[in-house]
């Protein structure tokens, strides 16, 4: 069975959708932050996208001139971790890092009875560089983040992405965020995710690159 | 500064959120297929999979059943394949298996001019195992799974979740495959993603492994 579906360039596939996108959406967006909205919309189907971001005043512009920098990215799980294009981050000289899986995290969480996400936190802040920090799953990191920060315990971060999802301490996290100084991009509300992590992200990166966006 | 909201243990976090769902559900869910839908949301936070999420006769206890003895879940992307939790995989004898960055796959799709998605739905089919397919991104990888199953060309699938996201070919891929034979779990509609796909699998995982659900 052969059917018209299928086979089409996945970057064609992709004008397209940026295109249905853009006739769908209910109203104009700020032009500074659209290529990061109709991104996370592309990843997600999602329309809610267009309202509940928010972003803190040139935090886009912040986020790529970090990356042109060679920037690295953090990220609160391996999920969002594997969804950033990391091809595209190296050549602006750039690495993902993710402390989630080290066996000492683990051990020093289970130790001070917190999250493993709050710890690995503690480890990327401790690298003492400005990083971009995106957060898609945990709300402890979230918090943690944001003491630090707060504290003046670590090197302020170049953008944080907060877009933990749930229904449980996530918006709390999100407002705590939005309250600090941090330029940062929030997925308000319950909503948001590692997926939606990593489509931030890229949409920074191909702004970065002058590419795709 | 300190706030209460932090460092909950995530065991209880998730218990709570499951709670949460359950009291904010527009009607009743069909028991069989609960667990699976719970944790769709828990997911995303976002209460369309309620019903968008189609289910074709017993296919979830297939799944289970597929788990228990000792089932490979292939992936059609890297970031759907890390949100498996391989740990609990592992204990039921399975693995997660994944093409696509495979640079034979990659080479082959250019010189045929079709997806890298496709052809990586070959190799798993050409293992000549019964696999369970989690499909969150790629149309393609579906349209191409469902022409091998009605081709007879294939091992029938033990289960195939069909959960890509997006505007191009998306919807009309899913409708193909409810139109086979196969059993499968499928987000109708344009929404799904790799993290829905991921958390199908963990959904039927922990009921194979009589835990967490």
Redesign the interface.
Known sequence: ???H??????MD?EA??ME??ATELPHPLDPENEAVIKRVI?????FDYVDNLTFTPGAVAKGVAALRDGCSIVTD???A???INKRALARLGGRTLNFIADPQVAAEAKAR???RS?VSMERAAALGEPLIYAIGNA??AL??L??LV??GEMTPPALVIGVP??????V??KE?LLRTEVPSIVAR???????VA?AICNALLYQAAGARD
């Open positions: 069975m052969k059917t579906l299928e086979y089409e360039k996945p596939i397209r959708s249905l996108i592309h990843t997600t189907a999602d799980t391996t999920m971790q594997s969804g009875g917190v999250t709050a709300p402890t918090i943690r944001c003491e707060q504290a999802v749930g229904f449980v301490n996530v709390e996290a705590l509300g319950r909503k948001g995710g590692s997926n990593a």
